[in-house]
């Protein structure tokens, strides 16, 4: 009997040991779990098994779900609320070299030296990546470390990092628990300040955070909200070399709002020139006007889609303070080419002389040898609703803005088309010199009084 009582003990710690360091292990595969997003400049946020993989510019629901994307400068972060991590796997593509795991960045991350696989080792309920270009990821495998049953589990940190102007954070916990939190890098204690709702961070700050509950408690949280400090680009040209995602303050001088168009949904779309380019400010709600002339400064994140540059507006930030804005006189529009239109996105442009041809009577194009211009309705002006009055024909003068470049050809949004003007001579009239000599057949010069066949002005005509 003590044989057996003795063999059931060991049996009961065994299970108990295996218990203790069982881990679980969290797969994400593009066919199974997505997010919401298949393409850039939008946040995607997935999650499985109480794993969390939220990133500020990224596809997880892309190119037929064969992988997960995130582009160049994004910020992922991966939480869990199962457990500390301790363990993050990425098997990445290597299309033509590019898009490999190699890709991120973030302090105890490695990559394999094919760059297929790169893996994060370390225990923390909250890690981050920066990716330093696009990575795409077949498969993401997250290990959590086993959970002790009896330990309180450390609160979540979210807020968006890094920010500029200010930043919301807001901290969770256990159902029942207090949390006590600190901003100025000190360990938390139940003496630090108790969260009771979101607050405010207008500097650069390290929230730490402790969940309490039953006199037991968690270990600490932390996360580091970057506060960006905005430098000031001298015109648009510089504006769109900060690079995608990137924020600056914008000093325009000289420039105009070529074209103003609000959208069914409310989206206000405003173009704007100056004497390096031009760029749209997307969904801008600032209340520019077509025709004004701009000077001063104005806040934005630069970003593009379709190739398109824009400048979109900070919350809190952007503000047309330092920005003055008056009534100027009509936007004059840019000759260009269909060769020259990719190289002046978001410009008021005009083409003259040219033809409109059709494909299928859905899609309209303006041609000039290989090179090709999409005609578009894109502003939905009710003149342009038919567009099958263009008669291939015709020569027509083309005014709009050129709005995206997608697989390689640029599209213009209509504003105006007119039939072109023919300049030249109709009719030719010659001056008459009623006192010209005149000639009879045999080459004699004559007086007026002559009768019969004349000749004056080198034409020949009855005297009578």
Known sequence: MNKLLRNAFVAVLAMVGTSVYAQTVVTFLPNETKGTTDANTTPDKMEKGGITIESTDAAFNANGNKHYRFYQNSKTTIT??????????????????????????GEGYTSTEDKKHGTWTGNAATIEFTAKYQVRATEIIVTVGAANPTALAAPSIDGVTPFTGKTTVTLSAAEGTKIYYTTNNEVPTTASTMY???????????????????????SVAEKTFTKEELSVVNSIAEFKAIGKNKSAILKLTNAKVLYAWTSNNGN???????????????????GLKANEDLNGEIAGQYTEYNATPELLEIAGVTTIDKLNHVDGAVAEPKAITPAT???????????????????????????DGEKKVQVYNGFHLTEFDDMTKFAAT???????????????????????????????????KATQNENAPIYNLAGQRVGKNYKGVVIQNGKKFIKK
């Open 394 to 428: 015709e020569e027509y003068d083309v005014v709009g803005i050129v709005a995206s470049v997608y697989k390689g050809i640029p599209s213009i949004n209509l504003i105006k088309v007119e039939k072109s003007s023919t300049t030249g001579i109709d009719t030719i």
């Open 80 to 105: 869990s609320t199962i457990g500390n991590i301790t363990k993050v796997e990425f098997t990445c593509a290597t299309e033509g070299k590019k898009y490999d795991s190699n890709g991120f960045e």
């Open 268 to 286: 206000t779309s405003v173009y704007v020139r100056d004497n390096s380019g031009a760029i749209l400010f997307y969904k801008h709600t600032l």
């Open 341 to 367: 239109a990719a190289d002046n996105l978001c410009d008021l442009v005009k083409l003259s002389k040219v033809k409109i041809t059709t494909e299928d009577s859905k899609k309209y194009y303006i041609e």
């Open 196 to 218: 009771s709702a979101p607050f405010e961070l207008t500097a650069t700050a390290t929230v730490k955070a402790i969940a309490v509950k039953d006199g037991k408690q968690s």
